[in-house]
């Protein structure tokens, strides 16, 4: 009776010890191929993104450079999604903004982009996977069958990872992202993303009939006749807290031509978050053909600031002056940036500010004519200095004469506030105002306040007044006779 053979031990040791090193080699080559070449570029709703995968041990980032990222703990795996906004597509956002109704498609749309954008990824990546596994394993092994044994395991490997990824999907994580960056401070600004959506949908309606009225709107600012105005008046439009409205920058656009004013006047706010895929519409600054002055808000950065400066006719005012149609303006920026807290700690206060701007206009070689602040708050330190002072901020538009006779004129929001008018009960309108001056002396003689109806509304009224002290000498005509800015306005369309 023979023995029993036993077991070849050191030869199982080997075997075990060869797939050990072929699965290292297939992971190791698989993650260097999805790192490598496992990314997409594709469109994701009115933005261009970029789409990949990263060892980052499961769940979704969005990265809206630069804001900073919100996290979704939506799945688990040894794979992460990854996407990357790199920029504002500014003709699907002017598409969008004229015609809200293509709106109720757009989360729809979002979604068939990013299911269109995953689809391609994966394939993407498994195709650069089970490549890199193979690839490494032949570079490393140098034997013929390994690159095959390395595709078919990376196989394995990326159905495992799918199967963890769906067997662990928690969609109910979408509703609650972990922010971070200047994000952090989103949810506080903008409210509830829920609550958001809820006033949306009440507003919805309201848009629609916008979209239809729109034209006429617009054709009713220009049928109005031209405003009463001597030949030798320098027209100036005051406009104010833009916040990166579409809508707002055609009013604009509109009232420069119509009004045929000799500049622009911006206190401040022309962005939301001053972040470079703002800067789109910013551009359209260049395109006005009149000079163009500005003054950063609270929710302008220095890289905003820049790229105004940059714009043809363009001027930034920081503590500073320029003359525009032979008017000396002096103008300062509002010291903090609300976007980010910590950037403002250590800045001067808003009175100061005020009082440094009243330095720079008695050092000026002509008296200013007009003083350019974003908060109202910079404006007491400069009563008596100048005679006119422009500000904004509070989107309440306001006219004070203050104690020292100086005339201040708090404009409202020409963006109609942004996306905050989604926030509130009612919506903002869009304002701006044309003021009429003496040339030379840069008195006030008039000026044209103008209101566009809010969000869902269609009501445009323009309004005359004659500035105080300005009816007696006759003003610049219009339609006001009582110096107290009671005009007649525009018929509105319904």
Known sequence: MSEPTPPDRPGRRRTAVRWLARVALTVAGALLGVVLLGRVEAPLGPFDATFALTPSGGGATVEIPPL????????????????QLTRVDEARVRALVADPRRIDGL???VSADLQDAVVRLVWVSAAAAVGGAALTSLLVLRRRREPLLAAGLSVVLLAGTAGLGAATWRPEALSSPTYTGLLVNATSLIGDARDAVARFDAYRASLEDLVGNVSTLYATISSLPAPARADDTVALLHVSDLHLNPAGFDLVRQVVAQFDVDGVLDTGDITDWGSEPENQLVASIGELGVPYVFIRGNHDSAITAGLVAAQPGATVLDDSATTVAGLTVVGARDPRFTPDQDATGGT?????????????????????????VHDPEQAPPLDGVVPLVLAGHTHEREVDQLDGGTLLMVQGSTGGA?????????????????????????????????????????????????????????????????????????????
């Open 348 to 372: 001067e206060s808003l009175e100061q500010t005020g009082e440094d701007l009243a330095e720079v206009a008695e050092d000026q070689p002509e008296p200013p004519a007009i003083a350019m």
């Open 68 to 83: 900073g990222a919100l996290d979704v703990d939506a799945f688990d795996g040894p794979l992460g999604l990854d996407v």
């Open 107 to 109: 989360v729809d749309q």
């Open 418 to 494: 942004g996306l905050r008018a989604l926030q509130g009960e009612y919506p903002e309108p869009l304002t701006c105002t044309v003021l009429y001056l003496a040339p030379g002396t840069g008195e006030l003689v008039a000026y044209d306040d103008i209101t566009l109806g809010g969000l869902g509304e269609t009501e445009v009224t323009i309004v005359r007044s004659v500035a105080p002290g300005a009816a007696a000498a006759g003003g610049a005509g219009g339609d006001t006779g009582d110096g107290t800015g009671a005009g007649t306005p525009a018929s509105p369309t319904e």
